[in-house]
């Protein structure tokens, strides 16, 4: 059974014309209360078959979104920032492992004990990656936290793989360092 569950879901972006991830999506922001209310529309709406429309829904309801999942739903419609978050992952992974990487609703908290770095997908062309750094002055490149408020000291706007340069990485490595 859970062979044929995971092929139905793999098959499931060809065959209704979405990923599983934004089917529930978009069944999150409808909030039906009843299995049926929710397949109906799927079905009628969208013009998923039955089964799809079954699975779709019973998959929706489960409790508890993955860490995997909150990451993808995250980045929906914003796919050209992926690579930048893949590679700041890649950067403060590298550094132990006593880093925790927690995917939130709208972030991903970077801990060391402590959280020292916070990813935000801002728009659909920039990721804001916050920062803890203590007693570290303000540039044109290392804002003050800006709307992270309290949780960061400093704010860093991406939009390119290529601005996690070595000075990037340092500050992350302070950041690191400070949360041990």
Not at 63 to 82: A, C, F, H, M, N
Request: charged share 35%.
């Amino acid at each position: 059974m859970e062979k044929a569950l995971q092929t139905m879901i793999d098959n499931m972006p060809e065959k209704t014309g979405k990923s599983l991830v934004e089917w529930k999506s978009l069944l999150r922001k409808k909030s039906f209360t009843k299995h049926s209310d929710a397949m109906n529309f799927l079905k009628k709406e969208h013009g998923v078959t039955h089964g799809f429309a079954n699975t779709i829904v019973a998959l929706s309801k489960e409790e508890e979104s993955t860490p995997d999942d909150l990451v993808d739903i995250q980045y929906e419609g914003k796919e050209k920032l992926r690579p930048v978050f893949e590679e700041l992952l890649s950067v403060v992974e590298a550094f132990g492992k006593d880093v925790t990487v927690t995917p939130k609703k709208t972030t991903v908290s970077i801990i060391r004990g402590k959280q020292f770095a916070l990813i935000k997908p801002a728009t659909k062309t920039r990721i804001d990656l916050g920062l803890k750094l203590r007693d570290k002055p303000t540039t044109d490149r290392l804002e003050d936290s800006g709307p992270f408020g309290t949780m960061c000291t400093h704010r860093v706007k991406l939009t390119d793989v290529s601005q996690i340069d070595s000075e990037l990485k340092e500050w992350l490595k302070e950041a690191y360092q400070e949360a041990g």
